[in-house]
């Protein structure tokens, strides 16, 4: 029985998994990789270098525009050589599993997005809400957390007072560990998450 090779480039913290039949799961950050460029493709190669590749898992985001749609062509070229499945994850997915968390990043023009969890099961799809109507698009009893915390996380403190966690960023190992306990959250043909179209009118 092969792997399921699971990959998130959503956030410059890019990192590679291997699930194995057993359910046991061996991770790698791909430290300095350049989500613009292809180095990090090599990388991917040598970690599942004499392995059966039975189907592969990528983080759809938001996040990082180029380092999504290079994870997603990766998969399915591999996918065209080697006839494994392709299958997609929202990015947040990999925060979840411990009590309730609010994953909020910033969607830019003011807006952030949301992604909302009961352990293991996505209480909402992404969401996108803007900065004034933030603090009521998240329920009490969650605490937050953000990719973004360099950008927004002072004005995340400001909302959310204590129940702001700070910076916390998803890795494949995240979410090897969501879909794992929920497999029903993968998703076939995978795309981007994309927050606002491409051009405004």
Same mark, same amino acid.
Do not use: H
């Given at each position: 029985?092969?792997?399921?090779?699971?990959?998130?480039r959503?956030?410059?913290?890019?990192?590679?998994?291997?699930?194995?039949?057993?359910?046991?799961?061996?991770g790698?950050?791909?430290?300095?990789a350049?989500?613009?460029?292809?180095?990090?493709?090599?990388?991917?190669?040598?970690? &599942?270098?004499?392995?059966?590749?039975? *189907? =592969?898992?990528?983080?759809? $985001?938001?996040?990082?525009?180029a380092?999504? /749609?290079a +994870?997603?062509?990766?998969?399915?070229?591999?996918?065209?050589?080697?006839?494994?499945?392709?299958?997609?994850?929202?990015?947040?997915?990999?925060?979840?599993?411990?009590?309730?968390?609010?994953?909020?990043g910033?969607?830019?023009?003011?807006?952030?997005?949301?992604?909302?969890?009961?352990?293991?099961?996505?209480?909402?799809?992404?969401?996108?809400?803007?900065?004034?109507?933030?603090?009521?698009?998240?329920?009490?009893?969650?605490? &937050?957390?953000?990719?973004?915390?360099? *950008? =927004?996380?002072?004005g995340? $403190?400001?909302?959310?007072?204590?129940?702001y /966690?700070? +910076?916390?960023?998803?890795?494949?190992?995240?979410?090897?560990?969501?879909?794992?306990?929920?497999?029903?959250?993968?998703?076939?043909?995978?795309?981007?998450?994309?927050?606002?179209?491409?051009?405004?009118?």
């Amino acid at each position: 029985m092969g792997i399921t090779l699971t990959i998130d480039r959503s956030t410059d913290a890019q990192s590679v998994a291997a699930v194995c039949g057993d359910g046991t799961v061996e991770g790698l950050a791909l430290e300095g990789a350049d989500c613009r460029s292809g180095d990090w493709a090599p990388r991917v190669r040598e970690f &599942v270098a004499g392995r059966a590749v039975d *189907r =592969i898992v990528v983080g759809t $985001g938001p996040g990082s525009f180029a380092g999504i /749609r290079a +994870a997603l062509a990766f998969a399915q070229g591999y996918a065209i050589g080697s006839g494994c499945e392709v299958l997609g994850l929202p990015s947040p997915c990999a925060l979840a599993g411990s009590g309730k968390v609010a994953v909020v990043g910033d969607a830019r023009r003011g807006m952030r997005w949301v992604a909302l969890f009961d352990g293991f099961s996505a209480v909402s799809d992404v969401f996108q809400v803007g900065e004034d109507a933030l603090a009521a698009s998240v329920p009490e009893g969650f605490r &937050v957390v953000s990719p973004d915390d360099s *950008r =927004i996380g002072e004005g995340l $403190g400001r909302t959310f007072g204590g129940a702001y /966690r700070g +910076a916390a960023r998803p890795t494949a190992e995240g979410l090897a560990r969501f879909f794992l306990a929920n497999p029903s959250a993968l998703r076939p043909e995978p795309l981007p998450i994309y927050l606002n179209p491409a051009v405004r009118p």
